[in-house]
Every structure is written in structure tokens, then in C-alpha cells.
């Protein structure tokens, strides 16, 4: 079974409110084995909630809205559904008789448009909200000769967690086929979008029961696997088994088959392998050290580091000679690698890692372009540098910086 999700509310076609609701419900409900196959926002117009839902009945089996049961007269969802599905709405009693009691709790007088969230549509069961005035609604009907589930529930977020959880979770369970979902993520940096499609499309597309989907972040590249059948395991097998048959064809190229991010993987190793590592960094200010000190326990073999920004610091910190600094200037393979092994010696680290360059959008010249960087890499034998031509703004060119840092540092640890 598949399921849409409508999110009703002017708000969130505005650069200023998200619709948060949509990507908890979508993990609730992959919880249950069901897919969500469209997410829709709508605004507040009759007419435009009323399409949505008419579409979304004719396309999918489940049918959930979030929002519009309000008492105001924006608060559209339950005409707009009960409109859709050529059915009345009734005014229940015993709603009236809660609202009345909800405002007397609170020794408030109740406004008389309230009254219409006592509004249920003709067959519909009132699912209650214990935390607000909004009740949800659960409807199990037959739309153009096809079985329909039909939730409505309330906007905030805390009352519609708690209203499905308790209320829709259940029935969801009882109604719903046997069907177990899947997933894994592989995760491979600086490598070309189209070129991992090009390697691995030949075997994912012998899977037509697992859902294959590339998606490109910022320095990185992850294959989504999701395959749903009647029991975990079955499902679970046939997404490892894509998995590893991609693992095999990728290689090294895939830093995590368990959707790990690279500052974690790169602290694994360290730890496998027994070494520390320190690191002086220019233009990434901090950049490497604040990625791996994001992950729990990295104190033990990420000793730290400096921001090493001014040529003296250079010296002061991590012994760059200053006439090496005069000779090639700050932005160079010479200060890279010296800059490497000294934060190495500087710390007792078993690897130092380095990296200078412009970020820009100043500072650049003919010569030494934004976007120049070269990063360092010393295990006290020998010291690696890598030059890079980085495009972009300067936050992206940071980012970037320190993406190539850590995987250049991965690879060595893999070694």
C-alpha cells in the first residue's frame, strides 16, 4: 500500500515555514511498510484542498493530512475531504460538550467558531487529542470501487505525533498487509554523480524489487537502497545483497556502507590502526577539527589541532621556517608539507594534516587563484601534498578543503 501525505496551510508556501510534519509521518509509516509515494502542500482555498485530495485518492490507497482542523475559517481539510468524497459533515455532540469542558478547565469562555472543529465527516471515527482542541479523524471507505484509509490530523506537531502514534499506529497495524522495509546507504566522496551511475546502473537495474536512488551532496555522492517485502529479513537480504554486489564494483571509492559520515570513518580507522592525529589549518579555520570533534569519542585519536591563519602563527605553532614562508609564500606545496609534519611534531601525533590556500572571495591573483589549496598529509616517513583548484564561494570552498583532507587521510589509513 501506498500512501500521500497533504500538508494544508498557506504558511509553508512561504520561504518561512517547512512542513516538518511530512518527514516524521514518512519515518513512522516506513515503520509499518508503507511507502509514501507523494507529499503535497496546499494552501488554505477550498477549491485547491479539494483537487489535492481528489488526486491523492485516485493515486494511492492511505490518504494523510496534516493541518487545517482549526477553528478559523482558513481551516479547510475536513470540508475539503468530505467535499472530495461527496460525503456531509456532521456535528457531533459530544465533541461541542468536550470543547465546552476543555474552555471551562481553563475558566475560559469559548468562541462560538470553535464549535465547527465538532465537525466529522459522514462515517468517519473522531480520533482524540489529548493535548489540544483539534480532533483527528480516521476514515475506512470505498472511493471508485477501491478501499481507502483516510487520516486527518491536527497541524502542531507534538498533538500529531502524539494523536498518530496513539490512535492511527494501531490501526494502521490491524489493516495493513505484512510488509517489511529495507534500507542502505552507501556513501563515496569526490567522485562524479555520473560517473557512479555509470559503473553501477548495470547491477542495480537487475534489481527491479529494490528502489535505487543517487543523490549528490556536497562532496560526496550516496546510493540509496529500500526494498519492502512480507518480512524484514527478505527484504534486508536482497538490500545487502545489491549492496555488496556494489561494494564489489566501487571499491575503495565507498568510504561507508552503513550511511556513516566521512569525519566518522576516518576516527574508526584512526582507532584500528592505533594512531593519533593533529592538525594546522589556514584557510579551513578549524573546519577538519570541528568535523571530527563532532563525533563522539573522537578525543581518542584526535589529539587537536591550530588555526594557523597568519604567517607567524605558522611559525609559532607548527615550525613553518619563516624564509620558507618568503621564498614560496604562504599558499604553497613547500608550506603545506611543512606545515603537516610540523603539527605532527608539534603534538606527538602520529599523522599531522594540513591545509592552506584562498578561500576567497578576496586575496586571489593571477598566479595564486581563489580556489588554490593545497593540502598536507605526514606520518613522519614521508609527507604527501595535494594541490587543488577549488570553484565556488568561499564557504564552499572550505567545505570542500576539508572533504578532500579527510578523505585523502582515509585512504592512507586504508593502506
Known amino acids: 500500500m501506498i500512501c500521500e501525505i497533504i500538508a494544508a496551510g498557506s504558511e509553508m508556501l512561504t520561504p518561512h515555514r517547512q512542513d516538518t ?24 482555498k477550498l477549491d485547491h484542498l479539494t483537487q489535492a485530495a481528489q488526486i491523492a485518492l485516485a493515486r494511492t490507497d492511505i490518504v494523510i493530512f496534516s493541518g487545517g482542523l482549526g477553528p478559523t475559517e482558513d481551516d479547510l481539510t475536513r470540508e475539503a ?7 456531509g459533515l456532521e456535528r457531533s455532540a459530544e465533541l461541542i460538550a468536550d470543547l465546552y469542558k476543555r474552555f471551562a478547565a ?52 507534538k498533538e ?42 548495470p547491477i542495480y537495474k537487475k534489481f527491479r524489487d529494490v528502489e535505487t536512488t543517487i543523490l549528490a ?35 575503495d571509492a565507498i568510504f561507508s556502507s552503513q550511511n556513516a559520515p566521512l569525519e566518522e570513518v576516518v576516527l574508526l580507522l584512526l582507532g584500528m590502526k592505533q594512531q593519533t592525529l593533529a592538525t594546522a589549518e589556514s584557510c579551513t579555520g578549524g573546519m577538519i577539527a570541528e568535523r571530527l570533534t ?24 607548527a615550525g613553518v621556517p619563516e624564509e620558507l614562508i618568503a621564498q ?26 594540513s591545509v592552506t590556500g584562498i578561500a576567497g572571495p578576496s586575496g586571489g591573483t593571477e598566479e595564486k587563484p581563489v580556489g588554490l589549496v593545497y593540502i598536507g598529509l605526514s606520518d613522519g616517513r614521508q609527507t604527501e601534498v595535494k594541490k587543488l583548484n577549488l ?19 582515509r585512504l592512507k589509513l586504508l593502506v
Open 294 to 317: 563532532s563525533i563522539s569519542g573522537s578525543s581518542r585519536s584526535f589529539l587537536g589541532g591550530a588555526v594557523v591563519y597568519s604567517n607567524e602563527l605558522k611559525t609559532e605553532f
Open 391 to 409: 570553484t565556488g564561494g568561499r564557504e564552499r570552498i572550505r567545505f570542500w578543503a576539508s572533504q578532500h583532507a579527510l578523505e585523502m587521510l
Open 160 to 201: 500529531l505525533m502524539l494523536v498518530f502514534n496513539e490512535q492511527c499506529v494501531p490501526r494502521l497495524a490491524a489493516v495493513l498487509p505484512p510488509r517489511h522495509i529495507a534500507k542502505r546507504v552507501l556513501r563515496m566522496a569526490l567522485i562524479p554523480e555520473s560517473q557512479v551511475d555509470e559503473r553501477t546502473a
Open 328 to 353: 614560496h609564500g604562504a599558499v604553497s606545496k613547500q608550506v603545506a608539507a611543512a606545515l603537516a609534519d610540523g603539527i605532527r611534531k608539534r603534538t606527538g601525533a602520529s599523522l599531522g594534516v
Open 217 to 251: 551532496h556536497p562532496g560526496e555522492i550516496q546510493l540509496h537502497f529500500e526494498c519492502a517485502k512480507p518480512t524484514l529479513e527478505e527484504a534486508q537480504a536482497r538490500v545487502d545483497l545489491l549492496a555488496g554486489k556494489i561494494e564489489d564494483e566501487m571499491g
Open 106 to 157: 481553563r475558566r475560559m469562555k469559548m468562541p462560538e467558531n470553535n464549535i465547527r472543529q465538532a465537525d466529522v465527516i459522514a462515517g468517519a471515527v473522531v480520533l482524540e487529542n489529548k493535548t489540544g482542541s483539534a480532533s483527528g479523524q480516521w476514515l475506512d471507505t470505498v472511493y471508485n470501487g477501491h478501499r481507502k484509509i483516510i487520516i486527518l490530523l491536527p497541524g502542531p506537531p
Open 21 to 44: 510534519n511530512s518527514l516524521w509521518l514518512t519515518g513512522r509509516l516506513n515503520d509499518l511498510g508503507v511507502s509514501v509515494a507523494f507529499k503535497t502542500i496546499t494552501g488554505d
Open 81 to 87: 475531504v468530505a467535499a472530495a468524497l461527496g460525503l
